[in-house]
């Protein structure tokens, strides 16, 4: 069983800045494939960023590119969402997800490992 826990979030202005963490706990980090997505509320959940188990291949919605950033640490077991110039349409619970398998990773579907959510607030 994989745990994974977000921080970082808040209340911030638009353009402003937040870096979100998810650590990760159980299982083998270094072998997860791991995403970010996010759920405004009425909304679907919508993804946000996707990184490879060694970090080589990222990419983003078209929504956020250029603005955020992710990373991961596999010695900490930890990934990042670097969240820059936020516009109040970013606003939402932002999730971590984890998986094995290779296939579509702007889907939710395939995610094996969810974690609860941080709220973002980005204030006009």
């Known amino acids: 069983q994989v745990q994974l826990v977000e921080s970082g979030g808040g209340l911030v202005q638009t353009g402003g800045s937040v870096r979100l963490s998810c650590a990760a706990a159980?299982?083998?980090?270094?072998?997860?494939?791991m995403a970010w997505f996010r759920q405004a509320p009425g909304k679907e959940r919508e993804f946000v960023a996707f990184i490879t188990s060694n970090g080589r291949y990222i990419y983003y919605s078209d929504s956020v590119k250029g603005r955020f950033t992710v990373s991961r640490d596999n010695a900490k077991n930890t990934v990042f969402l670097q969240m820059n110039d936020l516009k109040p349409e970013d606003t939402a619970v932002y999730l971590c997800?984890?998986?094995?398998?290779?296939?579509?990773?702007?889907?939710?579907?395939?995610?094996?490992?969810w974690g609860r959510g941080t709220q973002v607030t980005v204030s006009s």
């Open positions: 997800a984890a998986r094995w398998v290779a296939g579509d990773g702007k889907s939710p579907s395939g995610y094996s490992y």
């Open positions: 159980g299982g083998t980090f270094s072998t997860y494939r």
